[in-house]
C-alpha cells in the first residue's frame, strides 16, 4: 500500500473516524458511561396552570446477576404535595433560607403517573404500583414508588417501559419550580432508582437504593442517555441539560426544543421570557473544547463576564489537575432574585449560580457559585457517589476543590488564599479558610462525623459536617501527604471511579494505595500504621477533635531551652515543631501527636525566640491555629492597631451622636 | 474650648481602649499569629481568636457603648458651655456654668429631637418596605434598589433637617433664656424653613465637608500600611486629627446657627 493510497482511504474513512471518536455524536457515540438508564422524553410546560404533561420511554437494563422482580422509581415532586411529605417535616418547607408560603395552593407541587406499560409485553403494571416509604415509617410520603414485574428481568436483560405523567410544579424555594415566569424545572419526571448487586458500596445482598426526598438530601442515579423533547411557549429561551439538536416552531403559538445528552445521571432545564444569552468557549492546553452558555437576567448581563472567567478558571483546574470534563457544553442559568431558591444547584452539563444587581467586584458570589456548582460536574455527576447516603463525596470533595481554585486559581481570577471570597473596605476572607471556620469555629467540633445518611446526621449540621468539616479535613490529607501525592490520589480516585459509583471505601483504598507507594515508611503518619485507616477513622467515621498547643518555652540559664507542646483534643496527628533561636537559625522537630504532652529539647546552646507547632499549618483542621505559636518577647503591635482602630471607632461613634444634641 | 471637647472625647474613650489593649495582649497569650494581622487582615487569625476569647472582648465592646451614651450626656451639657462662649468668649468658668445651667433645657431639646427623629426612622421603614413590596412584582432589582436609594435619601435629607432645626432650637433657647423645648423648636423650624438658604444651606455644607474628610481617611487609611509601631502610632494621629476636624465642624454648625439667629 503506497502513501497516497493510505491518505485517501484515511480521507474516506476521516468523518466515521470522527463520528466514532467524539463522545457525543448521537447514536454512533461510543458509551462513555454503563448507560444502565436511558430515556426518551417528550413534555409540554403549560406557563399558566404550572403544569407539565410528559410521556417518556425507560430503557433499563439490568446489569446486575439478580434476577429483579421490582423496579423502585422516585417521583420527588410529591415531596412538595402538602406539609406531610418527609421533606416538608424535615425542612419545616424552608430551604437555604427560601421559604414556601404554604398559604396559597398553587404553591405546592406534585407528579403523578398516568400510564405505564411494559412496551415488549404489553402489560399495564400501573394496577400493582405501590408507595413504599424505606427510609421512615411517613405513611403520607410518596415519593418512592415500587412497580412490580409479572415476569423477573434476568441479568443482561432489558426492560422497555412506556410512562405518561402529568406534574405540577411547585413555587420555588427548593431547587425546582416557578417564580412568576422563570421555570427550573429538576427533579421533574418519574426517575429510575439505582438497583446494587451484592459487593456494590458494600452491600452484602442486592436490591433497589431508592431513598425518599429528604430536606438535605440529594440525589444518586444510574448513567443513560437522554432525549428530551420540550414544547415551551415561543418566547421562552430554554436551557437544558446537553445539546440542543433541533427547534421546531408549532402552529398553536409552542415550539418544540430536543435535546441530547448521553452519558449523565440527569436532567434539568429551565425557561424564561426575560433572558439574555451570552455564548464563550473554552479552550484547554490538551486541545478539549467546551463551549459555555450563559443564560443572564438581562439586569445581570454586565456579570457575565465573571461567570464566565470563574467557569473557565475551573475548567482549566479540574482539567489539569483532576481529569478532563468529557462533555461539549457547560450552561449555567442565572436565575432572578426572586427565584433564589434555584440559586446555585448542579445538574449534568446545567447549573444554576446566583448574583443580584449591583454586587461589587469585592463579594465574589458569583463566582464562587460558579466554581462550586462546575465542580459538581466531577464530583456528583461523572463520579455519582449516593448524595443520600454519603452526601460528603460530593459536597465536601467539591467545597475543597471550590476552595483550592478561588484561592490559587491564577488568571482569570487571580485571587488569593486571604482574598478570595469577599475582599471589602479591608475586609478580606479566603475560600478554604471560611470552610475552616465552618467547621473549627462550632460550638462543638466534635457533634458528628461527615459520615452518614443526611437526614440522620445531627440536626442543623448538615452544611457543616459534609461541606465544611469535609474540606478541612481534605486539606488536612494534603498537609500530611504534600500536595503532589494529594493530586495523585485525586486524580487516580478519578480515573478509576469516573462513570461509576464511588463510596467511602472507594477513595479510602486510592488513599491507602497511593501513599504508601509514593511516601513508603518515610513520612510521619507512617508511624500510625501501613496504611491511613487511622485518619479517616477519626476525620471521616469519628467525631474526635484537632486543637495542638504549644504551652510553653524555657530557656534555662545553663543555655538549653526546651519547648512543651499539648495536645488539647482528642485527634492524633503526626506534627511538626518549628524552632527560632536567637542566632536565627530555625530546626524542624517531629512528634507523632500521640501523647497529651510531649516535652521538645532542644540541642545546642542558644536562646529560643519563638516556637511554632504546625507552622505550614498542614494540621488544617487544628481549632485554634492560634495557639500554636508562642514567642519569648512577643510584640504588642497588633493589639496596638485595634485598639487604635477601636478609639477611633468609638470617638466616630460619639460624634455622630453628637450631632444630635 | 475645642481641645477641652476634644479631650473629653479622648478621655472618655481611652479607659476601654486601654483595657482592650491589654486584653487583646493578654488573651493571644504570645502568640505569632496576631503578626499577620499587621499589614492588611487575616479572617483565620482574626475568627479563631473571636472564636476563643470573645468572652473577653464583648465585655469591652458593650463598655464602649456606655462610654458612648456618658459621652452623649456630656455632650448635652457642654453645648450651653459652648454656646456660652459664642456670647461671651472662652473662659472655664463661665463655661463650666453654662452648661450647667442649660442642661435641663438642653436635655429636653434632646428628648424632642429623638420624638421627631425616632418616627421619621420608622415612617422612613415603613414606607420604604410598602414601596418595595408593592413593586416587587413589576420592577427590576435595580428599579427596587432605586427606591430604596430615593428612600433613604429623602430620610437622610429629612432627618438632616430635623438636626438643622433642634441646632437653631439650641441657639434659641440660649438666646431668649426660654426653658420650654418644644416651643423653641417649633420657633426654630419655623426660622429654618423661611430662612432655609441660609441655615440649611451652610449645615448642608459643613455635613458635606465631614463626609469629604471620611473620605480622605479612608484614603489615607489605605496609604499608611500598619507594619509596626511607628506607622500605628502615624495612623492613629491622622485618626485624632480627623476626630478634631467633626469637632470644629459640630462647633462650627453651632456657631453659624448662632450667627444667624443674631443677624
Known amino acids: 500500500m503506497n502513501l497516497r493510497s493510505s491518505f485517501f482511504r484515511l480521507l474516506l474513512w476521516w468523518p466515521f473516524i470522527l463520528v466514532l471518536s467524539s463522545p457525543f455524536s448521537g447514536a454512533f457515540a461510543l458509551p462513555l458511561s454503563p448507560r444502565i438508564a436511558n430515556y426518551t422524553i417528550d413534555v409540554r410546560l403549560n406557563t399558566d396552570t404550572k403544569r407539565l404533561d410528559g410521556r417518556q420511554t425507560l430503557t433499563w437494563r439490568n446489569t446486575s446477576p439478580d434476577v429483579v422482580t421490582e423496579l423502585h422509581f422516585h417521583l420527588y415532586l410529591n415531596a412538595f404535595r402538602d406539609k406531610k411529605s418527609t421533606f416538608m417535616r424535615e425542612s419545616g418547607g424552608q430551604l437555604r433560607g427560601d421559604e414556601l408560603d404554604d398559604s396559597k395552593p398553587e404553591n405546592f407541587g406534585w407528579t403523578r403517573l398516568t400510564a405505564l406499560s411494559n412496551r415488549q409485553t404489553g402489560e399495564n403494571l400501573l394496577a400493582g404500583v405501590q408507595f413504599i416509604r424505606p427510609d421512615d415509617a411517613n405513611a403520607t410520603d410518596y415519593t418512592v414508588l415500587r412497580v412490580p414485574l409479572k415476569q423477573g428481568l434476568k441479568p443482561g436483560e432489558t426492560v422497555v417501559l412506556d410512562m405518561a405523567f402529568q406534574a405540577k410544579l411547585p413555587r420555588i424555594f427548593a431547587r425546582t419550580g416557578f417564580s412568576r415566569d422563570f421555570f427550573l424545572v429538576g427533579q421533574w419526571f418519574p426517575k429510575i432508582g439505582v438497583y446494587e448487586p451484592a459487593g456494590m458500596r458494600g452491600r452484602a445482598t442486592g436490591g433497589w437504593n431508592c431513598h425518599q426526598f429528604h430536606a438535605h438530601s440529594e440525589f444518586y442515579a444510574d448513567y443513560g442517555t437522554y432525549a428530551v423533547s420540550l414544547t415551551v411557549p415561543q418566547k421562552m429561551v430554554v436551557g437544558a441539560t446537553g445539546q440542543r439538536t433541533a427547534e421546531t416552531p408549532n402552529r398553536d403559538g409552542t415550539k418544540t426544543l430536543r435535546y441530547r445528552a448521553d452519558d449523565v445521571i440527569d436532567f434539568a432545564w429551565t425557561a424564561a421570557p426575560q433572558t439574555q444569552v451570552v455564548n464563550d468557549v473554552w479552550q484547554g492546553k490538551t486541545g478539549n473544547r467546551v463551549q459555555i452558555q450563559l443564560l443572564m437576567q438581562p439586569e445581570h448581563a454586565n456579570q457575565a463576564t465573571r461567570h464566565a472567567n470563574a467557569l473557565k478558571a475551573a475548567l482549566t483546574y479540574f482539567d489539569k489537575q483532576v481529569g478532563t470534563y468529557p462533555y461539549p457544553i457547560i450552561t449555567v442559568v442565572d436565575p432572578p432574585v426572586h427565584a433564589s431558591g434555584a440559586a446555585g444547584m448542579e445538574y449534568p452539563m446545567f447549573i444554576t449560580a446566583g448574583t443580584s444587581w449591583g454586587l461589587p467586584n469585592g463579594a465574589r458570589f458569583p463566582e464562587l457559585v460558579t466554581v462550586h456548582e462546575f465542580g459538581h460536574q466531577y464530583f456528583m455527576q461523572l463520579l455519582a457517589s449516593n448524595e443520600f447516603e454519603e452526601a460528603w463525596l460530593d459536597e465536601g470533595f467539591n467545597q475543597y476543590y471550590e476552595g483550592r481554585i478561588m484561592d490559587e486559581a491564577g488568571p482569570p481570577l487571580g485571587y488569593s488564599a486571604r482574598n478570595s471570597q469577599i475582599d471589602l473596605w479591608g475586609f478580606r476572607m479566603g475560600d478554604l479558610e471560611t470552610s475552616r471556620s465552618g467547621y473549627a469555629h462550632l460550638d462543638n467540633p466534635g457533634i458528628g462525623p461527615s459520615y452518614g445518611n443526611v437526614w440522620q446526621l445531627p440536626n442543623g449540621y448538615y452544611g457543616e459536617l459534609t461541606y465544611s468539616k469535609t474540606a478541612t479535613w481534605l486539606r488536612t490529607l494534603e498537609g500530611l501527604v504534600g500536595r503532589r501525592v494529594m493530586d495523585e490520589i485525586m486524580q487516580t480516585y478519578f480515573l478509576r471511579w469516573r462513570f461509576r459509583h464511588p463510596n467511602a471505601q472507594s477513595f479510602i483504598n486510592v488513599v491507602n494505595e497511593v501513599v504508601p507507594q509514593r511516601l513508603g515508611q518515610t513520612w510521619p503518619g507512617a508511624a500510625y500504621g501501613p496504611n491511613l485507616n487511622w485518619f479517616f477513622d477519626q476525620v471521616l467515621f469519628g467525631d474526635r477533635v484537632c486543637d495542638y498547643k504549644l504551652a510553653r518555652i524555657w530557656n534555662y540559664a545553663d543555655g538549653t531551652a526546651a519547648v512543651r507542646v499539648d495536645r488539647l483534643g482528642d485527634m492524633q496527628l503526626p506534627i511538626e515543631l518549628l524552632v527560632r533561636t536567637s542566632t536565627g537559625r530555625e530546626q524542624t522537630f517531629y512528634w507523632d501527636g500521640k501523647a497529651k504532652t510531649h516535652m521538645f529539647s532542644i540541642p545546642g546552646k542558644s536562646r529560643i525566640v519563638w516556637a511554632h507547632a504546625d507552622p505550614k499549618q498542614k494540621l488544617y483542621m487544628d481549632i485554634d491555629l492560634n495557639n500554636n505559636s508562642r514567642a519569648v518577647s512577643p510584640s504588642s503591635a497588633p493589639a496596638g492597631k485595634y485598639a487604635g482602630k477601636f478609639l477611633f471607632w468609638l470617638q466616630n461613634t460619639m460624634q455622630w451622636l453628637a450631632w444630635l444634641v | ?263
Open chain 2, 1 to 263: 474650648m475645642l481641645l477641652l471637647l476634644y479631650g473629653i472625647t479622648l478621655l472618655l474613650s481611652l479607659p476601654v481602649t486601654l483595657s482592650l489593649f491589654g486584653a487583646i495582649n493578654t488573651e493571644t497569650e504570645r502568640s505569632l499569629a496576631p503578626l499577620n494581622l499587621l499589614n492588611g487582615f487575616d479572617y483565620t487569625v482574626f475568627s479563631d481568636f473571636m472564636n476563643r476569647h470573645d468572652g473577653a472582648i464583648w465585655p469591652l465592646l458593650r463598655a464602649g457603648w456606655y462610654s458612648v451614651l456618658v459621652y452623649l450626656i456630656t455632650a448635652i451639657w457642654t453645648t450651653g458651655g459652648v454656646l456660652n462662649s459664642f456670647a461671651t468668649g472662652y473662659r472655664a468658668v463661665s463655661f463650666w456654668q453654662a452648661g450647667t445651667y442649660y442642661f435641663g433645657r438642653n436635655a429636653r431639646l434632646f428628648g424632642v429631637t429623638l420624638l421627631f427623629a425616632i418616627p421619621l426612622l420608622v415612617v422612613a421603614i415603613l414606607i420604604g418596605s410598602l414601596l418595595v413590596i408593592a413593586v416587587e412584582d413589576t420592577l427590576t432589582e435595580r428599579g427596587i434598589a432605586l427606591i430604596g436609594f430615593a428612600v433613604l435619601a429623602i430620610f437622610g435629607l429629612l432627618l438632616t433637617l430635623l438636626l438643622c432645626v433642634a441646632n437653631y432650637a439650641r441657639v434659641m433657647l440660649f438666646r431668649t433664656d426660654d426653658a420650654v423645648a418644644f416651643r423653641a423648636f417649633g420657633i426654630a423650624g419655623r426660622f429654618v424653613l423661611t430662612n432655609l438658604r441660609a441655615t440649611f444651606g451652610p449645615y448642608l455644607l459643613i455635613i458635606a465637608v465631614g463626609s469629604a474628610l471620611f473620605g480622605l481617611y479612608f484614603l489615607l487609611e489605605a496609604l499608611l500600611p500598619t507594619r509596626n509601631w511607628f506607622l500605628i502610632l502615624l495612623l492613629t494621629l491622622v485618626q485624632q486629627a480627623f476626630i478634631f476636624g467633626q469637632i470644629i465642624l459640630k462647633v462650627w454648625a453651632l456657631r453659624v446657627a448662632f450667627e444667624q439667629v443674631k443677624r
